[in-house]
C-alpha cells in the first residue's frame, strides 16, 4: 500500500467522523463550531452551516473512499484514523465553550 493510499484512507476516516458531530447539531438545532463562525472552528454556527460542513465531509470522505474495496491494511488505516480523529474532536470540542451548561 502506497504512502498516498494511506494518507487518502486517513483523510476519508477523519472526514466522515467529523460530518457526526456537525450533522447532529444541524439535526438538532443546536449552534456548534465550523469553519464558517467567527472566529473560525472556536464560534458558533447554526444549524444550515453546520448541516453544510457535514454533509461536505461526508461527500469528500466518500469520493476518497470511492470505487475501492480496500486491503484489510486500507481499512484498518480507515478504522484507526476514525479512532484517533473521535479522540481528538472530543478534546477539542470539550475544551470549547459551547454554552451547554
Do not use: C, Q
Not at 72 to 96: D, M
Amino acid at each position: 500500500m502506497s504512502s498516498r493510499s494511506v494518507l487518502t484512507r486517513a483523510a476519508a476516516g477523519a472526514l466522515l467522523v467529523n460530518a457526526v458531530p456537525h450533522g447532529v447539531a444541524g439535526l438538532i438545532g443546536r449552534p456548534f463550531p465550523t469553519p464558517f463562525a467567527d472566529p473560525p472552528g472556536r464560534g458558533l454556527s447554526g444549524r444550515v452551516p453546520n448541516l453544510a460542513w457535514s454533509a461536505a465531509n461526508l461527500a469528500l470522505g466518500a469520493v476518497l473512499l470511492r470505487g475501492h474495496d480496500g486491503t484489510s491494511r486500507e481499512k484498518k488505516v480507515v478504522a484507526v484514523s476514525v479512532a484517533v480523529t473521535a479522540v481528538a474532536l472530543t478534546a477539542y470540542f470539550g475544551s470549547l465553550d459551547l454554552g451547554t451548561d
